[in-house]
């Protein structure tokens, strides 16, 4: 708070922790008034810009936006900040321009994850009719050139439009796998390395 003062000079919004968090352990989730966050350098919404107030973004976020940007010559910059928008059944975000950015050349790049969406690509005015397009999960989709000026926007998200059944077994394996892996290091590493455990407790 000190620092979206001093980095913007506007008092921040009073966002009570207990508005957003269901104190439940068994239904502890966010609630739907959440509909995104952000990593990397930190966006001002109430002012729509983005000050000199960031986090880091992980590796491998960086790095597959890196290989899509690489992959279709786009240039050579470096992703620096990330919005993550969480679609439920009967959200929507209305037209709307990414104009916030110092950097208005460089492409934006969007990444479809879950449920199905329409997804509304207009130009840079909204006298002009939008062009419907279908965006699935694993679908990416850029935002380059004049595009990138361009109004857009997801009217609808299409319910029931994947099964999720794959995707949750994926994850069941591979965390198994991963948990299993590392209790079998950790005992073979017991096993061969007795000796060599740290003395007085000093991990």
């Known amino acids: 708070s000190v620092r979206c003062v001093q980095e913007t000079g506007t008092k921040p919004?009073?966002?009570?922790?207990?508005?957003?968090?269901?104190?439940?352990?068994?239904?502890?989730?966010?609630?739907?008034?959440?509909?995104?966050?952000?990593?990397?350098?930190?966006?001002?919404?109430?002012?729509?810009?983005?000050?000199?107030?960031?986090t880091s973004v992980p590796d491998n976020m960086r790095q597959l936006a890196m290989e899509v940007i690489s992959l279709l010559d786009l240039g050579s910059y470096v992703p620096e900040s990330v919005i993550i928008n969480f679609y439920d059944k009967k959200n929507h975000m209305t037209g709307h321009l990414d104009d916030g950015e110092k950097d208005q050349i460089s492409p934006i790049i969007s990444?479809?994850?879950?449920?199905?969406?329409?997804?509304?690509?207009?130009?840079?005015?909204k006298d002009v009719k939008p062009l419907a397009i279908r965006l699935d999960s694993g679908d990416v989709f850029i935002m380059s050139k004049h595009a990138r000026t361009c109004y857009h926007?997801?009217?609808?998200?299409?319910?029931d439009s994947l099964d999720a059944e794959p995707f949750e077994n994926y994850l069941?394996?591979?965390?198994?796998?991963?948990?299993?892996?590392?209790?079998?290091?950790?005992?073979d590493r017991s096993a061969d390395e007795e000796t060599e455990l740290p003395k007085n407790n000093e991990y």
């Not at 009073?14 to 269901?22: H, P, T």
């Not at 926007?153 to 319910?159: A, D, H, K, M, T």
Request: aromatic content about 18%; hydrophobic content about 30%; charged content about 30%.
């Open 13 to 54: 919004k009073d966002y009570s922790r207990e508005k957003f968090i269901v104190n439940d352990p068994k239904r502890y989730f966010f609630n739907r008034k959440i509909r995104w966050t952000n990593l990397g350098f930190q966006y001002d919404w109430n002012n729509r810009f983005y000050p000199n107030v960031k």
């Open 172 to 187: 069941k394996e591979k965390y198994q796998d991963e948990e299993h892996a590392k209790l079998k290091e950790l005992g």
């Open 153 to 159: 926007g997801v009217p609808r998200v299409i319910e």
């Open 111 to 125: 990444f479809s994850v879950g449920l199905s969406c329409v997804f509304l690509m207009g130009e840079n005015t």
